[in-house]
């Protein structure tokens, strides 16, 4: 559904002569003409529309550029929109010239209505809308999920009201979920439930889609973060209507195991009842457990038996366990089998509220403390490091000194050992002429 321009066979010529071309090319040529002759455009448009069921047995080569013409010309009419519905109906059914490439060219031939259409035309809506439902009788979900990141800004364009929106969200959903697509599928359901007006949230149409976006989140085999649902109005308002289901929904935001097991006894039966699959739900609150567990540990280090507690399970399968929460992306850690616990490097928070910002806040002010004892030590390290050093200092000056005071007595001072210095010699004898 690119913006490109759609190839066209006829590019030359009037309404009139194009519009008798396409007539006679699915043969109701004759009785086009006079409606030509007396101008009556809609009517002519009517007569080709209602025939164009004969262009899906066309030869395959010359599909798209005749659907592209009958487009081309719908569109000079101010009742395109109810043209192309019919149109798109068209193209919903069978191309019987070519069973194999049929859906391919029929997606095709809807896309090039798609584009032909101005960005901010509703009728880009009806066509849009019928693209979703053929991807989902043919299973073609890939072709439009590349599409999906610009639908918001293209339901901005349409200016549809809350209810159409909330339409097409469930439908496109219903399409991701048959493709297997469970975190698109959820998605569009939360986006069709944040459509509901503050007035609405009760409504039976608000608690069916209420409860259909919390069944998928919690037996999503890869959804672990319920605070988006629990934001929700529509959600919330479940409460008062239907409890059991919001209080589940509590459990799998922010409780853990032992909480979950207490559910079950008070509502025996209530699971098989709504069709949820108990094994699922229950190795889901088991992660979620082990991640809160985590979370909670301010040592960072969590003992085998702790975990084997929380869990319910036998420590020899605590590697397994391990394992999995870790590939869930919900903590991150080794296990010490010397030490007999597992080290978290990082964990996941299930909900932030008050509790979580009290245990954040402790842990702070045990970095701090520690931050403060590592400093302290730091400074006595440095005052008896620099100590260490002016002693040193000190030391050498003396050395230096002592060492130029006994060079000064070697030549100086005199001899020590018993010889005479320079300045002890005796004056020289006066010499005579008997001296010689």
């Given at each position: 559904?690119?913006?490109?321009?759609?190839?066209?066979?006829?590019?030359?010529?009037?309404?009139?002569?194009?519009?008798?071309?396409?007539?006679?090319?699915?043969?109701?040529?004759d009785?086009?003409?006079?409606l030509?002759?007396?101008?009556?455009?809609?009517?002519?448009?009517?007569?080709?529309?209602?025939?164009?069921?004969?262009?899906?047995?066309?030869?395959?080569?010359?599909f798209?550029?005749?659907?592209?013409?009958?487009?081309?010309?719908?569109?000079?009419?101010?009742?395109?929109?109810m043209?192309?519905?019919?149109?798109?109906?068209?193209?919903?059914?069978?191309?019987?010239?070519?069973?194999?490439?049929?859906?391919?060219?029929?997606?095709?031939?809807?896309?090039?209505?798609?584009?032909?259409?101005?960005?901010?035309?509703?009728?880009?809506?009806?066509?849009?809308?019928?693209?979703?439902?053929?991807?989902?009788?043919?299973?073609?979900f890939?072709?439009?999920?590349?599409?999906?990141?610009?639908?918001?800004?293209?339901?901005?364009?349409?200016?549809?009201?809350?209810?159409?929106?909330?339409?097409?969200?469930?439908?496109?959903?219903?399409?991701?979920?048959?493709?297997?697509?469970?975190?698109?599928?959820?998605?569009?359901?939360?986006?069709?439930?944040?459509?509901?007006?503050?007035?609405?949230?009760?409504?039976?149409?608000?608690?069916?889609?209420?409860?259909?976006?919390?069944?998928?989140?919690?037996?999503?085999?890869?959804?672990?973060?319920?605070?988006?649902?629990?934001?929700?109005?529509?959600?919330?308002?479940?409460s008062?209507?239907?409890?059991?289901?919001?209080?589940?929904?509590?459990?799998?935001?922010?409780?853990?195991?032992?909480?979950?097991?207490?559910?079950?006894?008070?509502?025996e039966?209530?699971?098989?009842?709504?069709?949820?699959?108990?094994?699922?739900?229950?190795?889901?609150?088991?992660?979620?457990?082990?991640?809160?567990?985590?979370?909670?540990?301010?040592?960072?280090?969590?003992?085998?038996?702790?975990i084997?507690?929380?869990?319910?399970i036998?420590?020899?399968?605590?590697e397994?366990?391990?394992?999995?929460?870790?590939?869930?992306?919900?903590?991150?850690?080794?296990?010490?089998?010397?030490?007999?616990?597992?080290?978290?490097?990082?964990?996941?928070y299930?909900?932030?509220?008050?509790?979580?910002?009290?245990?954040?806040?402790?842990?702070?002010?045990?970095w701090?403390?520690?931050?403060?004892?590592?400093?302290?030590?730091?400074?006595?390290?440095?005052v008896?490091?620099?100590?260490?050093k002016?002693?040193?200092?000190?030391?050498?000056?003396?050395?230096?000194?002592?060492?130029?005071?006994?060079?000064?007595?070697?030549?100086?001072?005199?001899?020590?050992?018993g010889?005479?210095?320079?300045?002890?010699r005796?004056?020289?004898?006066?010499?005579?002429?008997?001296?010689?």
């Amino acid at each position: 559904m690119a913006t490109v321009q759609p190839q066209l066979v006829f590019v030359d010529g009037s309404f009139n002569e194009l519009a008798q071309e396409m007539a006679d090319y699915i043969h109701v040529g004759d009785e086009v003409k006079t409606l030509i002759e007396k101008d009556q455009q809609d009517e002519v448009l009517k007569k080709i529309v209602l025939a164009s069921t004969a262009l899906n047995s066309v030869p395959e080569k010359e599909f798209t550029p005749a659907y592209n013409l009958l487009v081309y010309l719908i569109m000079q009419s101010k009742n395109a929109n109810m043209l192309l519905s019919k149109v798109c109906d068209n193209l919903m059914k069978p191309i019987t010239s070519s069973p194999t490439n049929g859906p391919g060219l029929a997606l095709g031939a809807l896309t090039n209505i798609f584009n032909m259409l101005p960005p901010d035309n509703e009728i880009r809506y009806h066509v849009f809308s019928a693209i979703v439902r053929f991807v989902k009788h043919h299973g073609l979900f890939d072709y439009m999920k590349r599409y999906l990141p610009k639908l918001d800004q293209w339901v901005e364009e349409w200016d549809i009201d809350e209810e159409d929106q909330r339409k097409m969200f469930e439908e496109i959903a219903e399409v991701a979920k048959d493709a297997g697509d469970e975190e698109a599928s959820y998605d569009y359901v939360l986006k069709a439930v944040r459509t509901f007006a503050e007035e609405d949230i009760k409504s039976e149409e608000a608690q069916r889609l209420s409860l259909r976006a919390i069944k998928t989140a919690i037996t999503s085999p890869t959804h672990f973060d319920f605070q988006d649902l629990m934001s929700i109005p529509a959600i919330s308002a479940l409460s008062d209507s239907n409890h059991v289901y919001f209080e589940l929904l509590e459990i799998f935001a922010e409780k853990d195991l032992e909480d979950y097991n207490d559910f079950n006894e008070e509502h025996e039966g209530f699971l098989e009842k709504e069709h949820l699959d108990a094994d699922k739900l229950y190795r889901k609150m088991r992660l979620l457990t082990f991640a809160s567990l985590a979370a909670s540990t301010s040592s960072r280090e969590i003992p085998y038996k702790n975990i084997a507690k929380a869990l319910q399970i036998p420590e020899e399968d605590i590697e397994m366990w391990t394992i999995d929460v870790i590939r869930a992306q919900l903590v991150e850690g080794k296990l010490s089998q010397k030490k007999q616990v597992f080290l978290v490097h990082r964990t996941t928070y299930r909900v932030f509220g008050e509790k979580q910002w009290r245990e954040l806040g402790d842990r702070i002010d045990g970095w701090r403390s520690t931050l403060k004892t590592v400093a302290s030590a730091l400074r006595k390290e440095q005052v008896s490091a620099e100590a260490a050093k002016k002693r040193d200092a000190e030391e050498l000056e003396r050395k230096l000194a002592g060492a130029s005071v006994m060079d000064g007595g070697r030549t100086m001072g005199g001899d020590r050992g018993g010889r005479r210095g320079l300045g002890d010699r005796p004056p020289p004898k006066p010499r005579n002429d008997d001296d010689d």
